[in-house]
């Protein structure tokens, strides 16, 4: 079993910036392929954004791509999120998610491990 908690999550301005972080236990951080999922009121979940076991690939949402930028420390056991240029169509919930299967992934079935989520609210 992995555990993750989600962290960092709050009200902003558009155009201001937040760095959500999903800390890990439970399992060797560095098998894990981590990603970032969202919510919005009334939609289902999407993919957002995608690391590789090791760090050296990444992967977003084309409505991310530039603005956001996932990050990992394995010595730290812990996963990040930068969110730069928000805007309020980037607000949800969300999620962190962990998968063992494969070196990344890029949808919510490459996925076994999920975290409870945190807000993000971006304001006009």
């Known amino acids: 079993q992995v555990q993750l908690v989600e962290s960092g999550g709050g009200l902003v301005q558009a155009g201001g910036s937040l760095r959500l972080s999903c800390a890990a236990s439970?399992?060797?951080?560095?098998?894990?392929?981590m990603g970032w999922f969202r919510q919005a009121p009334g939609k289902e979940r999407e993919f957002a954004a995608a690391?590789?076991?090791?760090?050296?690939?990444?992967f977003y949402a084309d409505s991310v791509k530039g603005r956001f930028t996932i990050s990992r420390h394995n010595a730290k056991n812990t996963v990040y999120l930068q969110m730069n240029s928000l805007k309020p169509e980037d607000t949800a919930v969300y999620y962190c998610?962990?998968?063992?299967?494969?070196?990344?992934?890029?949808?919510?079935?490459?996925?076994?491990?999920w975290g409870q989520g945190t807000q993000v609210t971006v304001s006009s």
């Open positions: 998610a962990a998968g063992g299967a494969r070196d990344y992934g890029l949808v919510e079935n490459a996925y076994d491990y």
């Open positions: 690391v590789n076991r090791n760090g050296d690939r990444t």
């Open positions: 439970g399992r060797t951080f560095n098998r894990l392929a």
